[in-house]
């Protein structure tokens, strides 16, 4: 009796039977609509070239830093986790399903229990025991037709998604798509400059050398070619069909420099003379130069901001970036965004989308913001926060000063392609259960807990991110 | 079924039915008690002249902060909210009812619909619809003797109501309440310095030189001119049934300054020659020299904290403050306090009531200092803060470490005169809810649960703040 | 009806009928395991010499400075609360039982009144009416061989007992308690050091000159010198049996000095001619030193961070440490732990163990460091935060994104004996609740569930503290 409380179909939804109800019968209207993600790392060459996936690891496992993180917490070294010789890949296989019982309780335990079940249609708990038979099964199902990109892509029902590419990038896979009649799904670039506009993030020399080697970058200053040079990648990501610029810098950091030192501190930086708070200077200046030129070209400004990256040198010195040890830090934004917010806060058109990986900023400053600046939307819970007793506290504790209007709907920001349809889902039974609670405790009439459910599935995201 | 789930009576209180009988035993011990309201900002002139309230708008929309910023992220300009000619309140009131579902899931939005309904009797969700008949009606209503401004204290049931008044204030109005035998009820004034106090506060330099030019501002110094004459004006407040002493400071810094010092950094202060960390450094010692006449005068000190006000300088330029841009800050204040708290910390008879927009702070630091201190209150849930689910995590946060006897009661801190019952009714709810939550989780005895509902309401309102 | 919601043995578990079935059926497997206390502050004389608690004011009050800070805050001076005198105990009693009511809510009334029920079998509640008999109960009861404390160690099912002890403390208690035949408990000492390796703590000179008075104090440089002296302490601990070495820093900095910059400061500290800055370096570049030596040696590293300690002077100056105004303050770990962590964060076998006052540190810093690496512990809700709703919040905000292997398991940290079943219970309780509520929603399979329950129980100390 006590393992059969839970109906598969009532999964993430409130225990108290009343509100379950109400629960239900909300996220009934949302189960099966389609998914507009407006944010995320796939890769577009995956549904360009709609080359098949290869096996159950490289699927879930190797490429997906949430997974890699925990296991590598629990004693698996990095190379260990490597795809990179023939048989390596069932090997990460089992190391993943030896360990699965760390992932119990966490957000990536729980979608890779759903794309077993609802993508692959395997309804087993990964162990040692069964690892190699499920390495076999998996990569049987991968080899068919069913389960190519473009295959998903449909069965997913995705009508918007956005990938993450570099200003320099020729797009060409996005053109390719765009073109290719067979397939029909809209698949735009985002524009995601940090490394242009961040002197301190790595790289930041060559690929401004690189911007400034454009022909767009004319002027009469270096600052202005550079300017120019980025204002020219962005039409280009615009006329491929980009929504918005994205934005990664450490601190939210914003101000104001004149044209005439601004080009100093470029030079100074250029030539590696600059220190430290000029380096930090500039890049507050450049996100400001950014919410100008959204202003301008109609771009979204996403800004994800509070991640210290590669916290641990040595593993990012073997191994790269991405693997597992960005870490938050505290984060404010009512203060560090105030020369911004002065001079685009109120510019009509102008969307900026804040996100954090600092939870305590929901009710402090993310909410009261979103609940004055009409160009201010709340992100959606981000990164860490991606789970369902995050977003729960995401939508206490925002909802009270800002209300529903104001948040930006679900953002799945993933390359784990095949993750997103179960990131949504959990996304929409948890926005139901909470509509379902406001229900019960007489806060919300139950017709428009029925209009926001959708409203925030489906309008909010279109609202925001100007679909 | 689904509409039925929540009695009327029952809304925000627990949904489990078990919780939910305990809770709405509880609250029937206090859902008739009379209103205290040790603290707001309700206009002394509204009870002295009686005038009728004109129109819905004026109302409950254009003098509400809370409201008119929501509207603006709506985007509603501050101008269109403004009621400043002919049937401009009519045009405030549709555009308000236009956009009424963004309130949905706001604390705003509740106390609205409760006001509408509890105080005006409309039991109507407000919408372009039926905009102006609403309009009309509430006219019409406001019209009548029931629905002016003293017949609302009576029906209200308020015991005791508390203004905010500038120190150099005559206080006519609460002395002509006072001798009015017609009215019965107790208002007093509550002394804010800060203008006065905080170099930093707009229009400081007037008011000082103001405070300086009193026939009290004696002494052989400046600084003591300053502070004989700040301590007359507390006088005048005492002798007019002042109860408490309010305090606004960006961050609750405090220090201490020798007499010499603090008299060359004030005339530099008022010469303009001064620099921001010594305009920071005056106002940490005048929130300590506050204290001090507190101990001396017996006025309860409160202290709202951690507000960066007019975060938007060009809405301040255009329409004045307290246009929805004041905005929260992180806020610490174990270490800021700890000078004041050093010499009036035991100071017998002492009371500071601390407040935050942050609400990490409960059980970080609030929760500890009350718990030590016998002169620190925690303040009730303020401003962004002051909705159901941010009181129950208040009560969450903070009892376990300091207990109910250490809470300043409710304190609904408005100058929306007619949301006044609804503020406290919410605030009782959730009490009954929580405390509830106790008894059904065996951490509480009913029958003192049935007490200390009844000390949430009463009795810690009237000890913090020596009623 | 209303009274008998709970059954007595239910309390602390959900609401929900379903998941308190599911939560009852989950404790049912923990409560009765033994106890595992892998750090506190219990005197290890009281196990060795077996001397009788002599009455219920000194078991229960006066040495908790839990309850005489809450006693503080109501009013009572603590001279009243002290034990000096033929007749205090029974007036500090009386004082306590008085007050009792301002317990209601707090994790220190729970704890009290299930020592009474469960150690001494009272079923009263404290109040001024009964404290005189209750007194006399409870001294009649200690008197008697049942309630000395080996006969409470046994009865209480511990089976690992971690004390904490100073550096140069000989040990000697563990020494004769580890030879007692007729005592088979395990009681263990922990290495703390604060007071060696952080100039700015209380008696620093005195307590390092006396540590480079040992013989083991060799090398060519005053660093050298007591760098070996600590070691060597330290391998003391070892052979008496110490599993850990516990640290508590203001804040967590560490920092890297060369041995001839920490020679030279080492060097100004202790004649006096060093600052603050210098102070705090060395402080930091010490907790890195620690990590070093718990590579080396194996004792697990703990960390208690973010508690200014003695914040009232004037108390401190009258009555000691430890008095109740030790407060919390916003803790930072990503960054400051960053130097230490790349040396040894993933250092084969060494384990590190961060506590936090700072709640908001579980979702944004701890729970993403301890889900990389593999030496990263997370401390169980410590001091203030060791209150059942504080450890659920500790639970849901961790949990997403470590899982459940990466917690340290519970840990009493506490310095009164008889609260040690009342506080594992509570922890027991309300991680069943947790796991419970998982299970409800369809989040974890029952079976596992009722292994990480024991997990949480017994194997996660084990494994986090080397047992």
């Known amino acids: 009796v006590l393992d059969s409380h839970t109906a598969e179909a ?29 944010h995320g790392h796939v890769d577009p060459a995956l549904l360009r070239l709609d080359s098949p996936f290869t096996d159950a690891a490289s699927l879930l496992v190797s490429q997906d830093h949430y997974v890699t993180r925990l296991l590598h917490a629990d004693g698996a070294a990095l190379d260990e986790l490597r795809i990179d010789e023939p048989g390596s890949a069932r090997e990460v296989w089992r190391q993943f399903c030896r360990r699965f019982d760390i992932f119990d309780g966490t957000a990536s335990g729980y979608w890779i229990g759903r794309e077993l079940r609802d993508v692959l249609g395997i309804d087993a708990r990964p162990s040692a025991d069964n690892a190699d038979d499920l390495f076999d099964r998996v990569g ?20 918007f998604l956005a990938t993450t590419d570099d200003p320099l990038d020729s797009l060409e896979h996005h053109a390719a798509l765009a073109e290719d009649p067979s397939f029909t799904g809209r698949v735009a670039p985002t524009f995601r400059p940090d490394r242009y506009i961040d002197p301190q993030a790595p790289g930041w020399r060559e690929s401004t050398e690189a911007l400034l080697d454009l022909p767009a970058a004319t002027g009469p200053t270096l600052f202005e070619r550079y300017l120019r040079a980025l204002a020219d990648r962005r039409q280009h990501f615009v006329s491929h069909g980009a929504v918005s610029a994205d934005h990664g810098p450490f601190r939210p950091r914003t101000a104001r420099l004149e044209p005439a030192e601004a080009d100093s501190v470029l030079k100074r930086l250029l030539r590696g003379a600059a220190d430290t708070s000029e380096a930090e200077l500039f890049a507050a200046h450049m996100l400001h130069q950014m919410a100008r030129m959204s202003v301008e070209d109609g771009l979204v400004m996403t800004v994800h901001s509070g991640i210290l990256r590669n916290h641990h040198r040595p593993t990012f010195a073997a191994h790269g970036p991405d693997t597992g040890h960005d870490l938050p830090v505290r984060t404010d934004f009512v203060e560090p965004l105030r020369d911004l ?27 009261p913001l979103a609940g004055f600046y009409p160009s201010v939307f709340l992100g959606a819970p981000w990164w860490f926060l991606d789970a369902p007793d995050a977003i729960r506290r995401y939508r206490e504790t925002s909802t009270e000063t800002a209300g529903f209007s104001r948040s930006s709907g679900f953002v799945d920001d993933t390359r784990a392609f095949c993750s997103i349809p179960s990131r949504h889902d959990v996304a929409r039974r948890v926005e139901a259960g909470y509509l379902a609670r406001l229900v019960v405790e007489g806060r919300l009439p139950l017709t428009r807990a029925e209009d926001l459910v959708v409203d925030l599935v489906d309008r909010a995201p279109r609202r925001a991110f100007k679909l």
Not at 10 to 28: G, I, Q
Request: glycine share 2%; aromatic share 10%; hydrophobic share 40%.
């Open 10 to 38: 009532d999964r993430l939804l409130p225990a108290d039977p009343a509100t379950r109800e109400v629960a239900r019968h909300l996220f009934s209207r949302v189960e099966r609509l389609p998914i507009i993600s407006p």
């Open 140 to 159: 049987a199902l991968l080899a068919t037709p069913r389960f190519r990109p473009r295959a998903l892509f449909e069965r997913f029902d995705i009508t």
């Open 341 to 367: 917010l002065e001079d685009y806060g109120t510019a009509p058109g102008f969307h900026l989308v804040l996100y954090t990986v600092d939870e305590t900023s929901y009710s402090r400053e993310l909410a």
